[in-house]
T-cell receptor, first 115, second 111 residues
């Protein structure tokens, strides 16, 4: 079975600083994908970034980058130059290719950006 | 292009009542799924479908039924609502499993 662990229930970051949100995963399948989603207080799920298990380089999308360490089974999200609008819940999720292509989510990290 | 549409957005049910949460997508996605999100937690998979006529159980299927008679629609049925089913329900669809589009959610309260 697949499992995603996010060990930081809540974090504070000063505006304009960088922050790393931790995510570790567990799967025995060699082919999988890792996702990060943002959920603001309005409740919608916003896709941020994706990393495939065979991708050679770490994914980047604007201010978001994914620090993918395959041997450690970690996929940490790095947000550079935090903005007040980054305050939200952040979820790490995994898709395993031999498990119906559905997502398994971690418990989330609440990020609060201080002005 | 509406994406994934969930109705209703809010619902209050009495214990024992049944209802259907609707989910429709207009992107011709084969993969569709239902998740529930309890307060302060991540999403958990209830049921999913990899194409019309094919459904399977996820992590928390008890008390829910699904069917997939068309590519576009994937309704979730609560058979006999219980307070433990109070949650926010999300429907999601995907073309290939590499990108998922989520609906805006249905907030369900069972009293």
């Amino acid at each position: 079975a697949q499992k995603i662990t996010q060990t930081q229930p809540g974090m504070f970051v000063q505006e304009k600083e960088a922050v790393t949100l931790d995510c570790t995963y567990d799967t025995s399948d060699p082919s999988y994908g890792l996702f990060w989603y943002k959920q603001p207080s309005s409740g919608e799920m916003i896709f941020l970034i994706y990393q495939g298990s065979y991708d050679q380089q770490n994914a980047t999308e604007g201010r978001y980058s994914l620090n993918f360490q395959k041997a450690r089974k970690s996929a940490n999200l790095v947000i550079s130059a935090s903005q007040l609008g980054d305050s939200a819940m952040y979820f790490c999720a995994m898709r395993v290719d031999n498990a119906g292509n559905m997502l398994t989510f971690g418990g989330g990290t609440r990020l609060m950006v201080k002005p | 292009n509406a994406g994934v549409t969930q109705t209703p957005k809010f619902q209050v049910l009495k214990t024992g009542q049944s209802m259907t949460l609707q989910c429709a997508q207009d992107m011709n996605h084969e993969y569709m799924s239902w998740y529930r999100q309890d307060p302060g937690m991540g999403l958990r998979l209830i049921h999913y479908s990899v194409g019309a006529g094919i459904t399977d159980q996820g992590e928390v299927p008890n008390g829910y039924n699904v069917s997939r008679s068309t590519t576009e629609d994937f309704p979730l049925r609560l058979l006999s609502a219980a307070p433990s089913q109070t949650s926010v329900y999300f429907c999601a669809s995907s073309f290939d499993g590499f990108g998922y589009t989520f609906g805006s959610g249905t907030r369900l309260t069972v009293v």
